[in-house]
């Protein structure tokens, strides 16, 4: 019983009081723009140093975009390159950071998959993975951040085949495989799939892909064959053969068919940009559930500890994108790095950001990916020492900024 009453009322301390000090702070790129500061944080409670970028979600020359990696869904590029690739036609990165998970080597040359919601400037690259949380910015500037569900067909006749993915590959993420998957030309050539895979070719689709999505199709071929190309005016239906097989093989070059796209919940069917992450850390500005549970867990606590057993309380580098009433929150913790920076759990940064401001917030790849980029330049410390090539950023560029001369 003693122990009962002790935990619960651990759970109540931790959901009211998250606030455990931020340590120093130091401002960099002062003047950059009005509507966005730059901060370097030393930690007092254990060795750790993070930067943050705290942008004013009201300030309307100041926009949030993701980028893939070369502009392509098989491609991999480290954030200043993403970033001074935005930088065109007037519009400046102010800062950038490492956006979700996917693939990053190996796999048949399929390193630079994004697993999960993928939407950049309104075309959508990749499906979102459900369960998992997506970051979401509408064309009126308005943010949000939960889990979506994408609600996929190929339809010919009274055939009727759910699209499980968009731009992914059969086995999914590590923990699902998929049974059918659509692929656009932004996904690139062909579709490196193997030869077991059934796939349908299709064409006269309206493109690119975007969100709300239908359009008239026409097949003009199918049979049991991979790595078929990808035709630049349509799609390519791939589909394991032991569950749509039976389908896909009554159909005929020929036949007439539609594509159907959308999301649930309905307003994110509206959104201009778009990236998945994995686990919420922040929900109506309280630790998630997933980031109590790992708390509760860390019985053992010690300060720069990694964890093999347990990645949410393993001590590692760290990316997470967060928002409150007025603020964006770019997150970059550095680690592996003794006598500098030895990272934080992953509830440990829920809270950062909940002292921050954060209302809502969200876990995004870490680890060597982890860079926080500024003003033109690099300010952490990557612990794999070199910049790593990365799947997709996540940036803030505004009008030729008014700090310009």
């Known amino acids: 019983m003693k122990l009962f009453v002790a935990v619960a009322l651990f759970l109540v301390l931790i959901s009211v009081v998250p606030a455990f000090g931020l340590g120093q702070r130091e401002e960099l790129c002062k ?13 007092n409670k254990e060795p750790c140093v993070f930067y ?15 980028c893939l990696g070369q502009g392509k869904t098989l491609g991999k590029e480290t954030v200043p390159a993403i970033a001074r690739r935005v930088s065109k036609n007037g519009r400046k990165t102010l800062a950038a950071i490492n956006g979700g998970f996917g693939v990053l080597g190996g796999f048949g040359g399929l390193a630079g998959i994004s697993h999960n919601l993928f939407v950049q400037n309104g075309e959508f690259a990749s499906g979102a993975i459900p369960g998992n949380v997506c970051f979401g910015v509408t064309k009126d500037g308005a943010v949000m951040m939960e889990s979506v569900q994408m609600v996929a067909y190929a ?23 998929y049974n059918s998957i659509l692929f656009t030309p932004r996904f690139g050539d062909t579709t490196h799939t193997n030869r077991r895979t059934y796939e349908a070719i299709i064409r006269q ?47 005929r070059p020929g036949q007439k068919g539609r594509i159907e796209i959308r999301f649930e919940p309905d307003r994110w069917n509206d959104v ?72 934080m759990t992953m509830y440990e940064v829920a809270q950062v950001l909940i002292e921050l401001g954060a209302k809502q917030a969200m876990n995004l790849d870490g680890g060597a990916s982890s860079t926080f980029f500024a003003d033109d330049k690099v300010h952490n410390r990557p612990s794999g020492g070199d910049l790593r090539k990365v799947l997709n950023a996540v940036l803030i560029t505004a009008e030729s900024h008014r700090g310009d001369k």
């Open 155 to 177: 339809v010919f006749g009274d055939q009727k085949i759910p699209v499980e993915a968009i731009n992914n590959r059969m086995k999914g993420d590590q923990r699902r495989d």
């Open 272 to 343: 201009i940009q778009a990236m998945g992450g994995n686990y919420t850390l922040v929900k109506d500005g309280k630790l998630s559930e997933a980031m109590k549970k790992a708390m509760l867990s860390d019985t053992d606590h010690q300060p720069g500890k990694r964890r093999t057993d347990n990645k949410l309380i393993s001590h590692e580098p760290r990316t997470a994108l967060g928002f409150g009433d007025e603020k964006i929150y770019f997150i970059v913790v550095d680690g592996r790095q003794s006598g500098y920076s030895t990272g």
């Open 52 to 66: 943050v970028a705290e942008i004013d979600k009201h300030d309307s020359d100041l926009n949030v975009q993701v």
């Open 31 to 43: 003047g950059l723009h009005p509507g966005i500061h730059i901060y370097k944080y030393r930690w």
């Open 205 to 251: 689709a309206k493109l690119p892909l975007t969100l709300r999505y239908q359009s008239e199709i026409v097949l003009t071929s199918v049979g049991k064959k991979g790595n078929n190309g990808i035709p630049s005016d349509g799609f390519v239906l791939a589909v394991r053969t032991k569950r749509y097989e039976n389908i896909l093989s009554k159909l």
